[in-house]
């Protein structure tokens, strides 16, 4: 069993190796002060509870942070788990310790497997913990780092529990924040508990194949050093077999097995300087043979996270590829320990500065007005995942998540700019909003004064979260009206759809009870905030349904109890006959046609009239030709009519396109309908005197959500300025 004197001596001696003016005196007070507080509490192994806070404070010590954060590890759980308080913290060790502690003890409580809506609450705590002091966040993840190499002796359900919580959370957080040495412990020690096997794989192989492996390392480090030495460059150079969880997920990835993965050796090239990185650029691609593509620059494009490298793989003699990273000792010191290492090369205060934690704020801010579930899923997108490196046309990297669109960035750059896009150019190329952008491509956005705005689409296609918050956030402000009439039809045909009561057919004060549960003060409210995005309509029902359904039961049983001798039977339901996709009510079957006045496609609201010789004439709810369902002379002929829920045929519709002049646009427009995959029936133009023209569209749809899509898509266009649903 571990001692508390082992760990003591090991914290001190890497104190005077880290830290050799260290003023003992303090640390000593501190781990005496920790070490009376848990006297009394042991780890799940039987030893001392101290042991866990001296094995953190020497993580801490190792990432190079300053005293505050040393004490901060030390007393991290004394206000959790002791009778401490912060003020005697702040009494003996200073304020400035006595925030990291209480900051680590919030996050500590923090529970990251619970529900969606508390996740991003405690999410929202540890952001807004890195926005105010990150060494609280530094403290926690050196905590994380400990508790998981201790793992062991934890229960199998704990084990998962955390583990998952770990490869969630933590990992991803340490890799935001460029610690890629504690990202990898993290990553493979949660996988050992999340995939025995497949970790227990992984391990045999490498065992099994280390003499091979380190000969092939050997050989190709010495010819890498000679080289080196030969031009005079000071040098450090050593290879290492890539972390288990990297091959875990490169067999997953690509679907192979061990024996099939090449690419899982690596070496870096430390050096003195950045001129000197590029020199050793040069000697490795003369040495080996380059394999295409593979080459990157994050020294003059450094990572978010501040990573700087230069990497390229390369294929040796044997026919074995492998990566080479070349950087600088400040530069590999920032990728071992990442926001760490600012404190032994820029002095940082803990604070960080504006630019480093600009990610911090956006994340912070984009969890407004978004659904819970949404907000944690996205941060996989902006926080976790991969980056593309692209330039705005005066050269300034903009960094955005893999995948990215011109849609995310323009909003990157401004939203306002993202606001008024009309279209994009890459590399001086026009394209269409939705193309991928790729590391090193030039970017232009195209903007008009005369932009309507967002398109719903756009949440569809953008993929950073910065970017779907601001159109949301366009919605929100710009578009109530729009968004309660979308939002009201989604849920309401989403309680339909289960055979639920619609709003207004219920009690009162049932009503109330749900509009409190869903967090809103009318129905309105909700109507837009799923207009906008905020929801959907399916967690919006999901979350009352219950409620509902528990109320309609038991007014159907007091029904039945206000007259037990007689229960009632249920009026036969008459299947009716689907004409067209058309359902007439009252009458059994009949011809249906669909007028020209307006198009109707199912989704839309639809009423019929009953023609002289043929049938009945289907027409929108809002079309100008309805006027005559008002006349009392007329009202007989007008009768309800439904879509028929199977209904799939395609229907015949117009869009009407008011734009600006211009050569191109036919095909343009063309363009558009042949990627929409649409049939087009016929497409027409005339010119106006003006310098505007009048596109006609006619196509075929399934249902309404098909043909706002593609209208929506028309209208991203250069010079579409509007449109409406027009004549055949």
Request: with cysteine.
């Amino acid at each position: 069993m571990e001692t508390f004197e082992q760990h003591y001596l090991s914290l001190q001696q890497t104190l005077k190796e880290y830290m050799p003016d260290m003023d003992m005196t303090v640390i000593d007070q501190a781990v005496e002060y920790a070490r009376e507080k848990h006297k009394d509490q042991k780890r799940k192994d039987g030893s001392p509870y101290i042991i866990h806070p001296l094995a953190v404070a020497e993580i801490v010590v190792e990432m190079g942070l300053d005293t505050d954060a040393i004490l901060g590890a030390l007393l991290h759980d004394c206000i959790e788990d002791t009778d401490a308080s912060y003020d005697d913290i702040a009494k003996k060790f200073g304020p400035v310790t006595a925030e990291l502690v209480e900051g680590v003890t919030k996050l500590t409580r923090a529970n990251f497997s619970s529900s969606e809506e508390q996740q991003m609450e405690n999410l929202r705590k540890m952001f807004m913990a890195m926005s105010k002091d990150i060494r609280v966040v530094l403290i926690k993840i050196a905590d994380r780092l400990h508790n998981m190499r201790t793992m062991q002796y934890q229960s199998p359900t704990k084990q998962i529990s955390k583990c998952r919580e770990t490869m969630d959370i933590y990992a991803p957080l340490a890799h935001r924040l460029g610690m890629q040495k504690m990202k990898w412990e993290l990553e493979d020690s949660s996988l050992r508990y999340l995939d025995p096997a497949g970790y227990n794989d992984i391990m045999a192989y490498q065992k099994a194949h280390k003499e091979q492996d380190e000969a092939f390392m050997r050989s190709i480090q010495e010819k890498i050093t000679n080289r080196l030495e030969e031009m005079g460059i000071h040098n450090k150079t050593y290879g290492r077999i890539k972390h288990v969880y990297s091959i875990y997920r490169k067999m997953n990835a690509q679907d192979k097995s061990l024996e099939e993965l090449y690419d899982i050796y690596a070496f870096r090239v430390v050096v003195d300087t950045i001129p000197d990185c590029y020199n050793v650029l040069g000697h490795i691609h003369d040495l080996f043979n380059l394999v295409p593509g593979r080459f990157k620059d994050y020294i003059s494009t450094p990572k978010p996270n501040m990573y700087q490298s230069l990497h390229t793989t390369v294929i040796g003699s044997q026919g074995i590829p492998f990566e080479v990273q070349i950087r600088t000792w400040e530069m590999h010191e920032t990728a071992e320990y990442g926001i760490a290492a600012h404190w032994k090369y820029k002095q940082g205060s803990g604070t960080g500065n504006e630019k480093d934690f600009e990610w911090v704020r956006r994340l912070l801010e984009s969890q407004q007005d978004t659904d819970a579930e949404d907000y944690v899923n996205s941060l996989k997108i902006d926080m976790f995942d991969d980056e593309v490196f692209v330039f705005t046309p005066k050269g300034k990297i903009v960094s955005l998540p893999a995948g990215s669109t011109p849609i995310d960035f323009a909003y990157a750059i401004h939203s306002g700019v993202g606001n008024s896009l009309t279209g994009a150019k890459v590399n001086a190329r026009i394209v269409n909003i939705d193309a991928t952008l790729q590391n090193g491509d030039i970017v232009e956005i195209i903007t008009s004064k005369s932009a309507k705005g967002p398109s719903r689409d756009w949440l569809n296609i953008c993929k950073s979260n910065q970017a779907r918050t601001k159109i949301k956030q366009w919605f929100k402000k710009e578009k109530r009206e729009e968004n309660i009439l979308h939002g009201k039809t989604s849920f309401e045909a989403e309680m339909k759809r289960l055979l639920l009561p619609l709003p207004g057919s219920m009690d009162g004060e049932l009503e109330q009870n749900l509009l409190k549960k869903l967090a809103f003060d009318s129905w309105d409210d909700m109507y837009a905030a799923i207009g906008y995005g905020g929801m959907t309509a399916t967690k919006a029902v999901g979350r009352i349904r219950d409620d509902v359904n528990r109320a309609v039961k038991a007014q159907n049983v007091d029904k039945s109890n206000q007259n037990p001798l007689r229960t009632p039977e249920p009026a036969p339901v008459k299947n009716r006959h689907a004409v067209n996709g058309v359902i007439v009510e009252d009458i059994d079957s009949c011809m249906i046609k669909f007028s020209k006045c307006c198009t109707p496609v199912p989704g839309d609201a639809i009423i019929g009239f009953i023609t002289k010789g043929f049938g009945v004439s289907i027409h929108r709810a809002d079309c100008p030709n309805t006027i005559g369902a008002h006349d009392p002379s007329q009202a007989a002929r007008w009768v309800r009519v439904r879509w028929d829920n199977v209904a799939e045929q395609p229907f015949e519709t117009t869009l009407e396109l008011d734009c600006i002049t211009r050569d191109g646009l036919l095909l343009d427009l063309a363009t558009v309908m042949t990627t929409a995959r649409a049939r087009v029936r016929e497409i027409s133009g005339k010119d106006l005197p003006d310098g505007h023209s009048i596109f006609t569209v006619r196509f075929e749809v399934k249902n309404v959500a098909e043909l706002e899509g593609i209208r929506n898509k028309l209208l991203n266009v250069r010079d579409v300025l509007g449109s409406r649903r027009g004549q055949n």
